[in-house]
């Protein structure tokens, strides 16, 4: 495998910030995976692994060993008149694998159609969107313990899947590499329109639903007109969680702010932080090459030449202004490194 130095890295992130990783290298296939464990930069230096480089903040040159993930594959491990287990190595595009899902009529991750970045990337932060999230569907992850190269398969209850959250985030921050995701998907029908947004869309555009294919086509044409395609405008998706609170804040809250937006989840109260970002005036600012996208306040944007350090600045101003004025401590959902 060829390892390069000073290797730019601005077209490898979503966000499209320049930097460069001090030593680089691509995973092709199995064979370069088992000579990675024995590289002597893989061996001294800092490591990162890179998927789809959509939830990333480079916000400064990586002085390590980056690993670019491109190993692909899916395959159908085993299946009855319900149900089916697919495999997916972890490098597969995670649009590609909706769509294979999809295209066998396979109900579970319609309704995660579209969203950027890898299949390994996926329970790292427990994907989620539009009254879906992986934790629903998933079995079990592959991953490498990068230290000693040791295999061990994760069962779903071993990654302690929470909102946006998981083992690999936590406990085990940059102690594996996740090589394989399988999944269990449904034969019978499973529409999830239970996220007001989707179910809105499909009955203001008569869509019934009779397979997985409505549903992934009215979440593609949902996200299409509000979130920006990487491909033209940099950006990582949402870059903040949403934000949790209790009944007696909820209330403490609406004392002040009677026209507070929440949402009932799972015994939660939920805040989108879209709305407390746009209440603080930043919606559709621009600061520099950086600023806060127009359609979508979560979502901020690198307008081109923007550096990893201008994100971070705006991020910290629009946390600061958050706490301001709602107290109430946004986290980024974009891991910075
Ligand atoms: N909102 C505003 N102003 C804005 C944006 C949003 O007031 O500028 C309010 C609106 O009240 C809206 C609510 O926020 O009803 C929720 O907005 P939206 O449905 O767009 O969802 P979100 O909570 O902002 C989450 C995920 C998205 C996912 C959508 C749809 C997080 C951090 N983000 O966003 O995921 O696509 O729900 O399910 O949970 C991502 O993680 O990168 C991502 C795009």
């Known amino acids: 495998m060829e390892i390069q130095q000073n290797y730019d890295l601005t077209k490898l992130n979503t966000l499209g910030v320049s930097a460069h990783a001090k030593f680089f290298t691509e995973l092709n296939n199995e064979q370069e995976l088992k000579e990675l464990f024995d590289l002597a930069e893989f061996k001294q230096e800092k490591k990162i692994f890179l998927g789809g480089g959509s939830n990333v903040l480079f916000t400064q040159d990586f002085d390590g060993l980056v690993i670019l993930n491109k190993l692909k594959g899916i395959e159908i491990l ?26 066998k009529e396979l109900w579970g991750i319609e309704n995660l159609s579209l969203i950027p970045g890898t299949v390994g990337g996926a329970p790292v932060q427990n994907i ?16 490498y313990n990068i230290v000693d190269g040791s295999k061990r398969i994760f069962a779903v209850e071993e990654c302690a899947l929470g909102y946006r959250d998981s083992v690999f985030k936590n406990k085990l921050k940059g102690q594996y590499f996740i090589s394989a995701v399988t999944l269990k998907l449904s034969k019978i029908p499973r529409p999830n329109i239970s996220y007001k947004l989707l179910a809105d869309y499909l009955k203001e555009n008569n869509i019934e639903v009779h397979n997985p ?52 989840e799972q015994e939660q109260i939920k805040i989108p932080a879209g709305w ?3 209440q603080c005036g930043w919606k559709g600012r621009r600061i520099g090459n950086v600023g806060v996208h127009e359609q979508h306040a979560l979502v901020l944007v690198n307008y081109g030449g923007g550096s990893g350090k201008e994100l971070e600045n705006l991020a910290q101003k629009i946390i600061d202004s958050v706490y301001a004025k709602f107290g109430l401590k946004l986290v980024p959902e974009v891991n910075f490194i």
């Open 78 to 103: 085993e299946e009855n008149n319900q149900e089916v287990s697919i495999r997916s190595i972890s490098g597969e595009i995670w649009h590609d694998l909706v769509s294979f899902s999809v295209d």
């Open 128 to 143: 989620g969107a539009y009254g879906a999230e992986l934790k629903n569907v998933l079995e079990n992850v592959e991953a």
């Open 213 to 264: 294919r409505d549903i992934s086509g009215a979440v593609i044409a949902i996200r299409s007109s509000k979130l920006p395609d990487p491909a033209v405008i940099g950006n990582a998706g949402s870059f903040f969680k949403n934000v949790f609170v209790n009944d007696e804040k909820l209330k403490d809250l609406q004392k002040s702010f009677p026209e507070i937006k929440y949402f009932k």
């Open 276 to 278: 407390l970002i746009e």
